[in-house]
């Protein structure tokens, strides 16, 4: 029933915007209104799905998928056509944005696509490739420029160099926080784990690291940095400041260490003692026994660490572009200031795509780390 209701929902908000120009809200046009059809037609795909997700069959499982897939594909066709129909009959600024009823519909689809393909399979690596497999003719159509009529393409038309260099440095950002906080959190961690009195003080410490804000945490940084470098003008060299990527870096350094280190303890210890006494009984030094030992089996933990670490990060690189660090951030909020609803989106968007690749990967890796240890 609730799948009909927010199916209901969607169908009665406007699919699109129209607006004469990229600052002005404009106004909702539903999918009949672009199209000419009858809007109860709307209405057989939410009881198709719910009649479906009523039965156990494996079969009906499978249907549902492909339909919800089908649906997922043919709105993202939909909304560049309708965006291109709009285009003919306004002026070259006018912009056709998604319609909160379009992204109720793909919320919805995918939601739907996503359990299905829970009920079809246990297997992670199959749930992977299957969830993947959905975003193949999405991308081929934004590729193939189907959607270019829509506003959020033409504003990355607009905006492509600066989109390249936000991609960049929101890359630089990412990696330039695991590389040293795996360089920090490991050794820290293995320094924890060899002596538990040492762990108390550690985690209270990253504790109250992880409870400071992140813009607060940005802004303490700032004055000793910018005295750092008043000190000593050679460090400027380097490219340390008071503000941009330097402090940015520490910050998220910072935040990195709780997990990384709470999660080389965590590994550590799972790691059997009875498996560490035949290592023992087979004559392993601790280094062999670190190395082909303890570390296989931590590693599935510390991957998880690490994949909130990344995660985490690529959120909070956003707040960052307060202090000059750039990335997608200085698209948002250049975006909120100057109120461009598709600016913010063109900043948006890639970090939810970022982030939902960067889990993806890390549940991939984990998965096969699994299945190669299985074999």
Known sequence: MLLVV????AAALPFVNYAPNRLVSGEGRSLWDIFSFNPVILLVAPIVFLLLTLSAERWATGLTLLLAELLFIALFWGAGQAAEVLAESGTPLARTSAGSGLWLWLALLLLLGNEAIRRLTDNTLWRWLLNAQVWIVPCLLLWSGKLNALSLLKEY???QEIFDNALAQHLTLLFGTLLPGLIIGIPLGLWCYRRTARQTPVFTVLNIIQTIPSVALFGLLIAPLAGLVQHFPVLAKFGIAGTGLTPALIALVLYA???????????MQQVPGDILESAVAMGMSPRQRFWQVQLPLALPVLLRSLRVVAVQTVG???IAALIGAGGFGALV????????LDLVLLGVIPVIALA????????LWIALLKGERRD
């Open 257 to 267: 260490l709780l997990p990384l280190v709470r999660g080389v303890v965590a590994g």
């Open 333 to 340: 909020f250049q975006g909120l200031l100057s109120s461009a």
């Open 356 to 363: 939902v690749v960067t889990d993806a990967i890390f549940s």
């Open 6 to 9: 927010i199916a209901i929902a």
């Open 316 to 318: 909070m690189a956003v």
């Open 157 to 159: 038309a607009n905006r």
